[in-house]
């Protein structure tokens, strides 16, 4: 199997967890600092964004020409993998780093979705062709003059998490969880098991089962 069609299928079991269970299995793995600060969040929460990793770090340069400045972001929406989850270390606090037609670039090259400690703008537009992005605030000032893209598929920090090229992310209402890429076939296998475990307590509860003794039987809550 190719190491594309192994991204596929991981990616495909990925997509079917959620954020607190992958936490869950994290923490019970042995990997707590996972979670993006709590200010990344989705244009739209009724979806769930997962997949393999692509990084991006850049930051602000005030008085950049826009030649320089759309070339740099231009090189990156060329080079962005498809299947893959952008991730932006941005180290703004006033500069949208996702916009509409980039978005729209992203998603026609096959890129799965967007996660920034940046800003966003064309919000609405994004929303409606279910581009999945992932940010800290909206903004309409964009990377013109301001801003430039610094190093791809290297490490960057996001608040105090570190993410490498090849590492997973899932991503839903709840927050941005980072799996270590080496880890992630256990993890998942570990998280479908934990799901699995949680439903039989919830047919339990519905069933008229007592909280107390349904925990001590299934051993989780």
């Not at 964004?49 to 759309?70: H, R, Y």
């Not at 076939?185 to 007592?210: L, P």
């Amino acid at each position: 199997m190719s190491v594309m069609d192994d991204n596929k299928q991981l990616t495909a079991r990925l997509s079917k967890c959620y954020s607190g269970a992958v936490y869950d299995t994290l923490r019970e793995h042995g990997f707590e600092n996972c979670v993006l600060p709590s200010d990344i969040r989705p244009i739209d929460d009724t979806q769930i964004l997962a997949g393999p990793v692509f990084t991006v770090s850049g930051s602000a340069k005030p008085g950049i020409s826009e030649g320089d400045a759309l070339l740099a972001w231009t090189e990156f929406l060329s080079a962005a993998s498809k299947g893959h989850v952008v991730i932006c270390a941005g180290q703004t606090e006033n500069i949208a780093l996702m916009g509409e037609l980039s978005a729209e670039t992203l998603q026609a090259r096959g890129v799965l979705g967007y996660v920034s400690d940046g800003g966003c703008r064309d919000a609405d537009f994004i929303r409606k062709i279910g581009f999945q992005t992932f940010h800290r605030f909206y903004t309409p000032r964009d990377v013109v003059g301001a801003w430039s893209v610094d190093e791809m598929q290297t490490p960057i920090k996001i608040g105090d998490v570190n993410i490498s090229p090849g590492d997973y992310v899932i991503a839903d209402i709840d927050g941005v969880v980072i799996i270590p890429g080496a880890h992630i076939a256990t993890i998942i296998t570990s998280c479908e098991e934990v799901m699995n475990t949680e439903n039989q307590v919830r047919t339990a509860i519905r069933s008229g089962v007592d909280p107390k003794e349904a925990y001590l039987k299934y051993g989780r809550f």
